[in-house]
């Protein structure tokens, strides 16, 4: 099983992607968490897309289909992948459709005074590159590894306003191209409770937990 995570920057993507692996056996693939390791490794795909993500606007299509297509092919993914962050634009959705079947698509709806208020709050740790609300971690310090937490350059106000932009104008439209096999939930209230209604129904289908 393949499934889609579309939302807003802040609405929790990256959680619900985390409890889906764990529940379901789902491989979670973030681009955005793609391109950051290979610019942590100097590579040349994310020291390219650098420049875009350093301006809040989306990498061309050759970069990202390149980066996910290298991490889709490997062995793991076999058992079913959850995009979180990709497609983003009807551009990627439509080249998808040529590397993968996507069976669900789950869009979390979140008010952008919201998505911002978080994004504001999230720390990543360098390292796990797990993302944290700044309220709810010790000094700024990573649960898991004990690193020192840090702010992505694109998690700053103005580039998250743009993200948004972004996101309303390109990527919304694909909640269209994704009726036919569509979940929505909304973003707002605890990760559990978020979570909730996803987990019911893909249990609900008969899938592994
Ligand atoms: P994210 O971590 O998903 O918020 O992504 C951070 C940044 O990486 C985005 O603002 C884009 O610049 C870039 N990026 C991630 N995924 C994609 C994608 N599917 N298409 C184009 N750019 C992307």
């Not at 529940?23 to 020291?47: H, V, Y």
């Not at 106000?157 to 743009?162: D, G, P, R, S």
């Amino acid at each position: 099983m393949n499934i889609i995570l579309l939302g807003p920057q802040g609405s929790g993507k990256g959680t619900i992607a985390r409890s889906l692996a764990k529940d379901f056996g789902l491989i979670p693939i973030s681009t955005g968490d793609l391109f950051r390791e290979s610019i942590a490794k100097k590579g040349k795909l994310g020291l390219e897309a650098q420049k875009y993500m350093n301006k809040g606007v989306l990498v061309p299509l050759d970069l990202t289909i390149k980066i996910l297509t290298s991490r889709i092919n490997q062995p793991d993914c076999q058992k079913g992948v959850i995009l979180d962050g990709f497609p983003r634009s009807l551009d990627q959705a439509k080249a998808l459709e040529k590397i993968i079947k996507i069976d669900y698509c789950i869009n979390i709806d979140l008010p952008h005074e919201e998505c911002i208020r978080r994004v504001l709050e999230r720390r990543i740790c360098p390292k796990c590159h797990q993302g944290y609300n700044i309220n709810w971690v010790k000094d700024n310090t990573c649960p898991k590894c004990g690193s020192k937490l840090v702010q992505r350059d694109d998690d700053k106000l103005e580039a998250v306003k743009i993200r948004l932009e972004v996101y309303e104008k390109t990527t919304a439209p694909l909640i269209n191209f994704y009726s036919d096999r569509l979940l929505k939930i909304s973003g707002l209230g605890s990760p559990e409770d978020v979570y909730k209604p996803v987990k019911a129904f893909l249990s609900k289908l008969g899938g592994k937990n």
